[in-house]
């Protein structure tokens, strides 16, 4: 069954997700992971108030979108609260999200992130030999 695309006011398929239900203690970094694995995911973004934990996160295409919302909503993200599940929906309009290229950033692929500590390592003086004279 076809659906036609939802679109911002712009005119511009969304292909951001809102994402709530999310622990407070929770790290931008646990986004991306959850959504490291979907095709298509291109960063993502979280946002602590006192009230509320709300993340999102953008994907290339709104189908890519949608099938990241049928994997996580009523998903049991935190085991030490099994009452909470987390709740997916297409977000009013896209967001902007940097991509980032530190470890486990989103748009950095396994073996670029390898490289990537390599060279950090390198550049910092960590991991290269030293000789004694």
């Known amino acids: 069954f076809f659906s036609p695309p939802i679109m911002d006011v ?10 709530s239900g999310l622990p407070h203690d929770i790290k931008e970094r646990e986004i991306n992971l959850l959504f490291r694995k979907n095709a298509g995911f291109e960063g993502a973004f979280l946002k602590i108030t006192e009230q509320r934990v709300m993340a999102w996160a953008n ?5 890519a979108a949608m099938h990241a919302i049928d994997d996580i909503e009523g998903y049991a993200f935190d085991p030490a609260d099994p009452n909470t599940h987390l709740h997916a929906s297409l977000a009013k309009s896209n967001t902007k999200i940097t991509k980032r290229s530190y ?3 989103p748009g950095v692929t396994a073996a670029q992130d390898d490289r990537l500590s390599k060279r950090r390592a390198l550049d910092s003086g960590w991991g290269t030999a030293v000789s004694e004279p």
Do not use: L
């Not at 994907?59 to 189908?63: I, M, R, Y």
């Open 59 to 63: 994907f290339e295409t709104q189908d």
């Open 10 to 19: 712009s005119g511009e398929q969304i292909r951001t997700i809102f994402i």
């Open 103 to 105: 470890d486990g950033g």
